[in-house]
């Protein structure tokens, strides 16, 4: 994905054993415009190392600064370069393999009626705040971040009163959903808030929650569902993957899942590590107001950063 600007309209990637966020994301990217595509279904033994990223020296060279660039952000020391070939020192070597199974918790009711009513109008006075949502890869445009995922983001700072009632309650019932998840306790460190406005034809395509450096430190994924009574909207299922994880190889996909349907003033918990996506959303009268809303919130703690 760093040399995306340098590629041929037809490249062929041989990745192997790079950044574990980079590399899982850089899959998931490529299965969001193929569901067939994945990387460890078409090369079995990849062996170690970046060796082979090929771009077209016609359509832009390579400069100095952007070898610069390349080598202050890629995962492995950059060793050296060709017109055809970019070779970098090895990462530390592959974690054992964990499995993550489509385990979730939820919880209806979750918030008193009179405050669920008072977050979805405060969501709907707000909608001039609401930006499209972004991936946190370096080089993703907007117009990238369309062919993952469609959705409006509203930052924290503009919902901080009901997010802080929302912490309090999560904080209060996360040892038992911890147990209940099967992820062992621990001392929450960091909550990250959003929320989302799911209107007509949002999406998220398959992803994890912390395969990027800036969100290593999500452990436990928090739902809440908010929307107008009777539902306007039908979709945006939320769908959990069983999932194997062995770093630095890109999360696989094991075929089992379960789907969460959205209920209003419902709160849904799972693990950061599964892969999940949000099935797309159909609202007839497309208006803002009538969107699958939510917020987002992931628990973690600073020794997983």
């Given at each position: 994905m760093?040399?995306?600007d340098?590629?041929?309209d037809s490249?062929?990637y041989l990745?192997n054993?790079?950044h574990?966020?980079a590399i899982a994301?850089?899959s998931l990217d490529l ?7 994945h990387?460890?279904?078409i090369?079995?033994?990849?062996g ?8 077209d020296?016609q ?5 100095e ?6 080598q202050?952000t890629?995962?492995?020391l950059?060793?050296?370069t060709?017109?055809?070939?970019l070779?970098?020192?090895q ?6 393999a964990?499995?993550y199974?489509?385990?979730?918790v939820?919880?209806?009711?979750f918030l008193?009626a009179?405050?669920?009513q008072?977050?979805?109008e405060h969501?709907i006075?707000?909608?001039?705040k609401f ?6 890869s370096q080089?993703?445009?907007e117009?990238e ?9 509203l930052?924290?700072?503009y919902f901080?009163?009901y997010?802080?009632?929302l912490?309090?309650?999560?904080a ?6 911890f147990?209940?998840?099967g992820?062992e306790n621990f001392d ?8 989302i406005?799911s209107?007509?034809?949002?999406f ?8 990027y450096?800036q969100t ?12 107008k009574e009777p539902k306007?909207?039908r979709g ?5 993957y069983d ?6 190889h890109?999360p696989?996909?094991?075929g089992?899942y379960?789907?969460v349907?959205?209920t209003?003033n419902?709160i849904?918990?799972?693990s950061s590590s599964c ?7 159909f609202?007839?009268s497309?208006?803002?107001a009538?969107?699958?809303?939510t917020?987002?919130?992931w628990l973690?703690?600073e020794?997983?950063t």
């Open positions: 760093l040399l995306r340098y590629l041929a490249a062929l990745v054993h790079c574990y966020g994301q850089a299965m969001g415009v193929d569901p067939s595509f990387l460890q279904k090369f079995h033994n990849l170690q190392g970046i060796y082979l990223l090929s771009w020296p359509r832009k060279g390579l400069s600064r952007d070898l610069a660039y390349i202050a890629a995962p492995g950059l060793l050296s060709s017109p055809l070939f070779t970098f020192a990462p530390d070597p592959p974690e054992p964990r499995f199974p489509c385990r979730y939820k919880l209806d009711n008193p009179e405050v669920n008072a977050i979805l969501a006075a707000h909608q001039d930006i499209p949502s972004r991936s946190y080089n993703n445009t117009a971040s369309l062919k993952f995922r469609r959705s409006l983001r930052d924290y700072a901080q009163e997010g802080s009632l912490r309090e309650k999560i209060a019932v996360a040892p038992q959903i147990a209940e998840l992820i929450i460190q960091i909550f990250e808030m959003e929320m406005a209107h007509d034809g949002c998220f395509t398959a992803h994890t929650d912390n395969s450096p290593a430190f999500r452990q436990v994924s928090c739902v809440y569902y908010f929307h306007p909207y945006g299922e939320l769908r959990i999932t194997q994880r062995q770093k630095p890109p696989i996909l094991h089992a379960d789907e349907t959205p209003n419902s849904v918990f799972f892969l999940h996506e949000i099935l797309p959303v609202s007839p497309q208006a803002f009538d969107s699958r809303f917020i987002n919130t973690g703690s020794q997983y």
